[in-house]
């Protein structure tokens, strides 16, 4: 990158544009989508060098989690944020919503945005991310999870059945409230942030988020992760995550922490987890 040229900067959330059209100006990235079964996919993308990014986000969420990865990775990489079927600015089919499907359709979105190697970026749900690339072994160069229950006790597993059942009810918007102050945010999380995002959450339908939580209860991340032989790293925070098991299965995996955020760390310590995520890329690939 030449020393006269300064990417413009990342501004999420500016609208929808046509299929594939881009949007050219000094205030922000590509905001387009593609299609898939008739099913409208939306995306953010800025940047450029290599390897490429491709960021996805968890259970209710959208590409608006990624802004300050897509801010800070932009300078040397092109970086792409989707959001999921059902999420965001994405088309809200009745599904499919299981982990096999959306895994199927990161891997799709990657390729037909040429995206050669990308470095997967999964906050959350990381059995996305091994899901894709147990599919695809050879299309993406480096797993990068971020906060996702990995190995969980039983009786965290049994809470997250017991969430479902609240997912399942009239009062669904509780369930997720009770969720937020039990294990997504932290006290020493941005009040300001946390109800933001916590709106946001609840801007998902009820049927997306139901049929996704049952598909990431259904799916058992093991034989992917058996399965998972490229650079890996995870960036925990609260979830619960069984280390000596993840590293048993993953013995590539490198493993870090973040300090002083919750479930959001991405956007609430965001120097944190893109100094460990650049370290990881530097010393992995």
């Known amino acids: 990158m030449s020393s006269d040229h300064v990417p413009a900067p990342y501004v999420p959330r500016a609208g929808r544009l046509a ?29 450029q060098g290599g390897p490429p990014m491709l960021f996805v ?40 919503y299981s982990v096999t499907a959306i895994a199927e359709e990161v ?7 040429g995206l050669a190697k990308p470095v997967l970026v999964v906050h959350s749900m990381g059995a996305i991310g091994l899901e894709a690339v147990a599919q695809r072994p050879d299309q993406f160069s480096a797993l990068v999870v971020l906060d996702a229950p990995a190995f969980p006790p039983p009786e965290v597993k049994q809470a997250f059945t017991e969430f479902l059942e609240g997912l399942r009810s009239p009062g669904y918007r509780d369930a997720i409230a009770t969720l937020c102050d039990r294990l997504i945010f932290l006290p020493t999380d941005d ?14 339908p009820q049927h997306v988020l139901e049929a996704t939580w049952e598909g990431f209860l259904a799916y058992d991340p093991l034989p992917a992760a058996k399965s998972c032989r490229i650079p890996m790293l995870y960036i925990g925070s609260v979830m619960p995550v069984d280390a000596p098991r993840l590293r048993e299965v993953c013995p590539q995996i490198v493993i870090g922490r973040t300090v002083g955020a919750g479930h959001m760390h ?5 120097d944190q987890v893109n100094a460990m995520i650049e370290r990881f890329l530097k010393i992995s690939l």
């Open 19 to 47: 299929m594939h059209e881009t949007k050219h100006d000094t205030k922000g990235p590509t905001m387009a989508h593609i299609m898939r079964n008739d099913v409208r996919l939306a995306y953010d993308e800025a940047g």
């Open 57 to 96: 986000h968890g259970f209710g969420g959208d590409a608006r989690h990624f802004a300050p990865q897509m801010e800070h990775f932009r300078l040397r990489h092109r970086v792409v944020a989707i959001d999921r079927r059902g999420h965001g600015r994405s088309d809200k089919p009745s599904g499919p």
């Open 107 to 113: 891997g799709f979105t990657a390729r037909e945005l």
């Open 191 to 204: 009040p300001t942030r946390r109800e933001r995002l916590h709106e946001a959450l609840l801007e998902t």
């Open 266 to 270: 991405q956007v609430e310590v965001p």
